[in-house]
């Protein structure tokens, strides 16, 4: 099962092995091989596909627990990462002298030195910048913002010093998989041995979670010939990224990508508010995918934040619902494309440190993906602006069993989005009889902007781009959707006003899908929520007097009013829950 692993590490890795064979761990057909410190499996006999080659049972991960405790929410700690809670158990197991992971434990490396987060600042180049510098530092401010996080809240983990922290952090986000079976805050895990699959893409092995069997099961997705490295896909990433979490680039890049900074002006009369609703698009870096149309439509929206007036209510509409503006706001937005200009990396002198050459020889390589990617965005544009000049996409010469360039594919399919996002009528749904609801999103800003109700009910609802400017002003205020199947068909907002009050406001369906008893399955959806979080206070609310439908509706629902002055436009209502 071992071989090529040096002496010092064979007997860890050999009662690593033979505690998870007692354990009910299961392989075959492969061992492990080591050259230096990097380690890896290869077959030692020929593997068919589709022929399961491992299975890990779940009492073998390491998931954020200990023993009998549970770490709390990551958010309830103020953490950036759900990995932190999961390095702060690894490395309290790994203080402890008899705890059941003890084998895989001493098995991990003892540094991760390529990995940019953890090396030294003369090991690293000292001019990574654009956006592989970008996520460096956003990685090391959460780090360090974690770790203080942890000394503060946690009694006696500053007896771990941050090198260790730092080091654990690595071996996670470069090792842990993911549970489907655990709640999302808490589904990072690693699995020993399996975890020793290096990357390809494609790979000739594929993972996955058996949840009636309980554990993670590896089968080979082709043939696999004798001695040969089995290899798992970590995910199809831009080589940035690769490199940042990894420390390597893959060797034919299944990703090729252009990041774009979006940067809101320091003048402009609102900045802060620009700056966090590109945050909330995932800014203020957009890293392009080629043929990643929601990539390039987030960046153009970005884009149009930047250069268009907020202060026009109409315009801000538009920005808010992901649509298209005048002809000179969209030429100097696609002009701002392609003017954004990449980072090169420099010569680093002397390059006599090995560690040093490999990481600037992998900031070239990104570099030169990147303008490979930057070259194909600037023809998209270059199409975008002939096609903003000519009224239309140029005809072309291609002979019809021919597929037209890349470039172009992308320019159609991007202004065929806009066009549809522009219609304001829709087709009317089926018929869906249940519907489900669910905090908005920012993805969902698009689709809930679009939702319009019938005439004589306007004055009584405010507009969706009215909610989202108000949802972002104040923070008790949560918009909830309402879907029927895939679309978004409605929306309301609850506000906590305080522990035994909460408000319900703004409750529209869209006139295509009203008559169909939506609304009152919103209110069945709202009664059971509340009742089983064990809610005891009162649901209140405000209708206009002269909005008789609604009346009608909320009284039908059990609402009491509790407030109608003669001179008051509108009535309080409210729906007790409790004993």
Same mark, same amino acid.
């Given at each position: 099962?071992?071989?090529?692993?040096?002496?010092?590490?064979?007997?860890?890795?050999?009662?690593?092995?033979?505690?998870?064979?007692?354990?009910?761990?299961?392989?075959?057909?492969?061992?492990?091989?080591?050259?230096?410190?990097?380690?890896?499996?290869?077959?030692?006999?020929?593997?068919?596909?589709?022929?399961?080659?491992?299975?890990?049972?779940?009492?073998?991960?390491?998931?954020?627990?200990?023993?009998?405790?549970? *770490?709390?929410?990551?958010? !309830?700690?103020?953490? /950036?990462?759900?990995?932190?809670?999961?390095?702060?158990? *690894?490395?309290?197991?790994?203080?402890?002298?008899?705890?059941?992971?003890?084998?895989?434990?001493?098995?991990?490396?003892?540094?991760?030195?390529?990995?940019?987060?953890?090396?030294? %600042?003369?090991?690293?180049?000292?001019?990574?910048?654009?956006?592989?510098?970008? *996520?460096?530092?956003?990685?090391?401010?959460?780090?360090?913002?974690?770790?203080?996080?942890?000394?503060?809240?946690?009694?006696?983990?500053?007896?771990?010093?941050?090198?260790? #922290?730092?080091?654990?952090?690595?071996?996670?986000?470069?090792?842990?998989?993911?549970?489907?079976?655990?709640?999302?805050?808490?589904?990072?895990?690693?699995?020993?041995?399996?975890?020793?699959?290096?990357?390809?893409?494609?790979?000739?092995?594929?993972?996955?979670?058996?949840?009636?069997?309980?554990?993670?099961?590896?089968?080979?997705?082709? !043939?696999?010939? %004798?001695?040969?490295?089995?290899?798992?896909?970590?995910?199809?990433?831009?080589?940035?990224?690769?490199?940042?979490?990894?420390? #390597?680039?893959?060797?034919?890049?299944?990703?090729?990508?252009?990041?774009?900074?979006?940067?809101?002006?320091? $003048?402009?009369?609102?900045?802060?508010?620009?700056?966090?609703?590109?945050?909330?698009?995932?800014?203020?870096?957009?890293?392009?995918?080629?043929?990643?149309?929601?990539?390039?439509?987030?960046?153009?929206?970005?884009?149009?934040?930047?250069?268009? $007036?907020?202060?026009?209510?109409?315009?801000?509409?538009?920005?808010?619902?992901?649509?298209?503006?005048?002809?000179?706001?969209?030429?100097?937005?696609?002009?701002?494309?392609?003017?954004?200009?990449?980072?090169?990396?420099?010569?680093?002198?002397?390059?006599?440190?090995?560690?040093?050459? /490999?990481?600037? @020889?992998?900031?070239?390589?990104?570099?030169?993906?990147?303008?490979?990617?930057?070259? !194909?965005?600037?023809? /998209?544009?270059?199409?975008?602006?002939?096609?903003? $000049?000519?009224?239309?996409?140029?005809?072309?010469?291609?002979?019809?069993?021919? !597929?037209?360039?890349?470039?172009?594919?992308?320019?159609?399919?991007?202004?065929?989005?806009?066009?549809?996002?522009?219609?304001?009528?829709?087709?009317?749904?089926?018929?869906?009889?249940?519907?489900?609801? @669910?905090?908005?999103?920012?993805?969902?800003?698009?689709?809930?902007?679009?939702?319009?109700?019938?005439?004589?009910?306007?004055?009584?609802?405010?507009?969706?781009?009215? *909610?989202?400017?108000?949802?972002?002003?104040?923070?008790?205020?949560?918009?909830?959707?309402?879907?029927?199947?895939?679309?978004?068909?409605?929306?309301?907002?609850?506000?906590?006003?305080?522990?035994?009050?909460?408000?319900?406001?703004?409750?529209?369906?869209?006139?295509?899908?009203?008559?169909?008893?939506?609304?009152?399955?919103?209110?069945?959806?709202?009664?059971?929520?509340?009742?089983?979080?064990?809610?005891?206070?009162?649901?209140?609310? %405000?209708?206009?007097?002269?909005?008789?439908?609604?009346?009608?509706?909320?009284?039908?629902?059990? #609402?009491?009013?509790?407030?109608?002055?003669?001179?008051?436009?509108?009535?309080?209502?409210?729906?007790?829950?409790?004993?």
């Amino acid at each position: 099962m071992i071989a090529g692993v040096p002496q010092r590490s064979r007997d860890a890795v050999a009662d690593l092995l033979l505690w998870m064979q007692q354990q009910g761990a299961l392989w075959r057909g492969f061992s492990l091989v080591a050259e230096g410190e990097e380690r890896g499996l290869r077959s030692t006999t020929l593997l068919p596909p589709n022929q399961e080659i491992m299975f890990i049972p779940k009492h073998l991960h390491f998931q954020s627990r200990c023993e009998n405790e549970r *770490l709390p929410h990551p958010g !309830k700690l103020g953490l /950036f990462s759900k990995h932190s809670a999961l390095a702060l158990y *690894l490395l309290e197991a790994a203080a402890a002298d008899s705890h059941f992971h003890r084998p895989y434990l001493a098995t991990l490396p003892a540094h991760y030195r390529h990995i940019p987060l953890c090396a030294e %600042a003369d090991a690293l180049v000292r001019q990574c910048g654009g956006f592989t510098r970008f *996520l460096i530092d956003q990685r090391v401010t959460s780090l360090h913002h974690d770790y203080g996080r942890l000394c503060h809240e946690r009694p006696g983990f500053d007896r771990f010093d941050y090198d260790d #922290f730092r080091t654990m952090i690595a071996a996670v986000n470069s090792r842990c998989f993911t549970r489907p079976d655990l709640p999302e805050q808490n589904n990072a895990v690693m699995v020993p041995l399996l975890d020793m699959f290096n990357h390809a893409n494609p790979p000739n092995c594929t993972w996955s979670y058996s949840r009636e069997r309980g554990g993670f099961v590896v089968t080979t997705k082709t !043939k696999v010939a %004798a001695d040969t490295e089995l290899t798992l896909c970590y995910g199809k990433k831009p080589s940035a990224r690769f490199f940042v979490s990894y420390g #390597f680039v893959e060797a034919e890049a299944s990703v090729q990508a252009v990041p774009i900074q979006v940067v809101v002006p320091d $003048d402009d009369p609102f900045y802060a508010q620009k700056k966090r609703f590109i945050e909330q698009l995932g800014g203020p870096w957009f890293a392009l995918v080629d043929d990643d149309n929601k990539l390039l439509r987030r960046c153009l929206t970005a884009l149009r934040c930047c250069i268009t $007036d907020w202060s026009d209510v109409r315009q801000r509409s538009r920005v808010l619902a992901r649509l298209p503006l005048t002809a000179a706001i969209e030429r100097r937005v696609l002009e701002a494309l392609r003017g954004a200009r990449l980072w090169a990396p420099s010569p680093f002198s002397p390059l006599n440190d090995s560690l040093a050459t /490999f990481h600037h @020889q992998c900031l070239v390589t990104i570099h030169q993906r990147q303008q490979r990617a930057k070259n !194909k965005l600037d023809l /998209f544009v270059a199409a975008a602006l002939e096609d903003l $000049d000519s009224g239309g996409p140029p005809a072309s010469a291609a002979p019809v069993r021919r !597929k037209p360039p890349a470039w172009r594919r992308r320019l159609l399919y991007w202004r065929e989005q806009e066009a549809a996002a522009l219609q304001s009528e829709r087709t009317p749904l089926g018929v869906v009889t249940t519907v489900r609801i @669910q905090a908005a999103t920012q993805y969902a800003w698009p689709a809930l902007c679009r939702i319009r109700v019938h005439e004589q009910q306007q004055g009584f609802v405010p507009a969706p781009e009215t *909610l989202a400017a108000q949802a972002d002003n104040d923070i008790g205020t949560q918009v909830i959707t309402v879907q029927a199947g895939r679309d978004i068909v409605g929306l309301f907002t609850l506000t906590r006003v305080d522990n035994n009050t909460v408000r319900l406001a703004a409750l529209q369906i869209d006139q295509h899908h009203q008559g169909r008893g939506y609304g009152r399955q919103v209110m069945c959806l709202l009664k059971e929520h509340f009742l089983a979080q064990g809610f005891c206070g009162t649901l209140t609310l %405000a209708v206009h007097k002269d909005n008789q439908v609604a009346g009608a509706f909320f009284r039908a629902e059990g #609402f009491q009013v509790i407030a109608q002055q003669a001179n008051c436009e509108e009535r309080r209502y409210q729906l007790f829950f409790g004993d």
